[in-house]
């Protein structure tokens, strides 16, 4: 089995404090971690990194995005949601095809791994082109095929023919769940049917919940209820839960939510950019919900960097609880770290442990921005730009070194996305 030695790597320990690591990865998972220069070499029969000048952490997981938005970047700004998805997206959406959600999916790819994410959950259409740049990039990936009422019968075919086709597919780096889009674009019997089928073939769905005040009120105008609870009562949940937003939520739906097991996925970004609100994250961390992070599309955000947003996600709960304590360093990293990790992939990410997938990234530990070098703490990842990650290993293979990504070429495939977005929206 290919092995992979780190030597010499500065690593966190359980007192934040830095300490001289050899993380001795064998084909897909970390075999062993040991004091610094107790690995001999020779027990390492390929490839050896010199880790001397890095701080290793967890590769970052974003657990909530629509991958392809990238090629619709710039194109729909200053709106709020319901302008900005009916009057710029929807129509730039009719335009895609496989070919440009593949280059799409790559151009993303890019940008997450050269931020340090090795895993992103995603929610679209054209999915099998999202599954190449997946299987192409090396990146691990959560994909879920997007559904509205509109895609009917035919919609829940596609997507159980695309969970049959790539559910652990890649080397496993693959996991397919269920997307139906939203409770607004959604009628129930529709979630019904497609959380039924989820159970049956034992995964989970990832959905957008309570995103906006205006959706709630509508829901409610017409059901006499908020949504979370009506998903409850049709037996919605279950099963694992992805569940994007959570931004207007009252006391009944939280405890929902805690009750049914659901990963949150806060996206301050995007909740800030499309003037949704802002989530109750204390609250429900206060209430043991597992909240992550993701950066939603690169169209409402407009970057998909994950050390940004787990620097947003403490500003706002700072700034809106007018309490500087709030949501510390610690629990901002686990938001993007362990907690996904435990609850989508039974703690094998998110984590730097023996036995745990090898999702590593590497961070120049002489890099402007963690100046002075001599007092670091997790707190630098209030300091992180995304700038600093010089490589990036995702289930034991080298993904990235000294900022240049090797799985694909990366130049070549921006000047062909490029051409692409010419002909099919500028011409
Ligand atoms: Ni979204």
């Not at 359980?14 to 971690?33: F, P, V």
């Not at 004091?35 to 027990?43: I, R, V």
């Not at 701080?55 to 990238?70: D, E, K, Q, R």
């Not at 994250?281 to 970057?303: E, H, K, R």
Request: glycine share 6%; with cysteine; net charge negative.
């Amino acid at each position: 089995m290919n092995q992979l030695l780190i030597q010499n790597v500065s690593l966190f320990d359980r007192n934040d404090s830095l300490q001289k690591t050899d993380i001795l990865i064998e084909g897909n998972y970390i075999k062993s971690l040991n004091p610094a220069n107790f690995t001999q070499s020779n027990q390492c029969k390929d490839e050896i990194i010199d880790g001397s000048n890095f701080i290793a952490l967890p590769g970052l997981m974003n657990c909530h995005t629509h991958i392809p938005m990238v090629l619709f970047r710039g194109f729909a700004e200053d709106l709020n949601l319901n302008d900005w998805l009916t009057k710029k997206i929807f129509p730039l959406e009719s335009k895609l095809s496989e070919e440009l959600v593949l280059y799409g999916a790559l151009m993303g790819i890019a940008e997450l791994i050269h931020n340090g994410c090795t895993f992103f959950a995603d929610m679209y259409f054209f999915m099998e082109s999202v599954a190449k740049a997946v299987d192409i990039s090396g990146i691990r990936a959560n994909l879920s095929l997007g559904l509205i009422d509109q895609n009917g019968e035919d919609g829940i075919r596609k997507a159980e023919t695309f969970f049959n086709n790539y559910h652990l597919s890649s080397q496993q780096r693959i996991h397919v769940f269920f997307g139906p889009h939203a409770p607004y674009t959604c009628n129930l019997q529709y979630l019904k049917q497609i959380s039924n089928l989820a159970k049956k073939l034992k995964t989970g769905i990832h959905i957008h919940l309570n995103e906006t005040e205006k959706e709630v009120k509508d829901f409610e105008d017409q059901h006499h209820k908020r949504p979370i609870v009506a998903l409850e009562e049709i037996g919605f949940f279950g099963q694992t839960s992805i569940c994007a937003h959570c931004v207007h939520l009252d006391q009944k739906e939280i405890s929902i939510l805690k009750s049914e097991n659901a990963l949150v996925v806060h996206n301050p970004s995007s909740n800030m950019k499309l003037g949704s609100g802002i989530a109750p994250i204390p609250s429900m961390i206060n209430q043991q919900i597992p909240v992550s992070l993701g950066t939603d599309g690169a169209a409402s955000n407009n970057q998909l960097n994950m050390f940004k947003e787990m620097h947003m996600a403490s500003l706002l709960s700072k700034v809106s609880s007018k309490d500087g304590s709030i949501l510390p360093a610690d629990t901002i990293f686990k938001m993007g770290t362990e907690t996904p990790g435990q609850y989508l992939l039974n703690g094998k990410a998110g984590i730097i442990k023996e036995n745990a997938f090898a999702d590593i990234i590497l961070i120049n530990q002489s890099s402007p921005s963690l100046f002075p070098n001599v007092i670091i703490s997790k707190s630098m990842i209030h300091s992180l730009q995304g700038n600093e990650v010089d490589t990036v290993i995702i289930n034991g293979r080298i993904i990235m070194k000294g900022h240049r990504i090797l799985t694909f070429d990366e130049k070549e495939i921006q000047k062909k996305a490029n051409q692409l977005i010419q002909k099919t929206y500028l011409c």
